[in-house]
């Protein structure tokens, strides 16, 4: 008797234990489509800039997320990089606070993006933000000095992991773009829509600082 309870306390456990990773790990139900928003964006800015070879870094920095809770009475806007002192890009039609639950939901998820570069059609060289902050921290020396001498004087380009509305048919990315730091990063803040399976810019705003 002792031993039937013994293994009705383990699998009460178990289960316990399961339902708790269960609630830890969400499914990215929108994974798929940011590696076919990125492909896409990377195919045409691979296309539109031959002359350059480029260090992609496909990063979480720039969305701010602090953005997205606003009250009950305001459209529910996608992130936006407030830290540069930009207003958010949002349309009522399209991020609802109605949809404030999907949202906050792929928030949590988008936290934990790890890229797979297997899934990026492209062979592309590839930083991240902890190689950055190196470079940038380099003891008597400057940032792009020591990014051109790890990476062949090439330029970087970033994109933010896009953010989808509840419906998945829109989303927003920033990316950026560095080659002479004596022109600033230029930054290009952009709303696509989904179109026979193309994602087309509908709205942008483009910014330099530096």
Known sequence: MKNYLFLILLLLISCKKNEA???IIQKDETLDLKYEVLNQLIDKFEAENSQHNYVYNISLETTDFDALFYNDNEPYPPPSPLKFGIEPIYDD???????SIFYQKQAEIFRSFK???????RKLQYTNADELEKLRNTKDSYFWKEFGKKYKNKCLKTFCV???NKDKTICIVLDSSLCDP????????A???KTHGVWIE???YNYTIG
Request: cysteine-free; overall charge positive; hydrophobic content about 40%.
């Open 162 to 164: 896009p953010f989808f």
């Open 93 to 99: 039609a399209i991020f609802l606070k109605n949809d």
């Open 115 to 121: 890229l797979d570069k297997n899934r990026i059609n």
């Open 202 to 204: 509908i709205r942008s």
């Open 21 to 23: 990773r269960k609630k």
């Open 182 to 189: 004596l022109e600033g990063e230029s930054f290009h803040m």
């Open 191 to 193: 709303v696509y829509k």
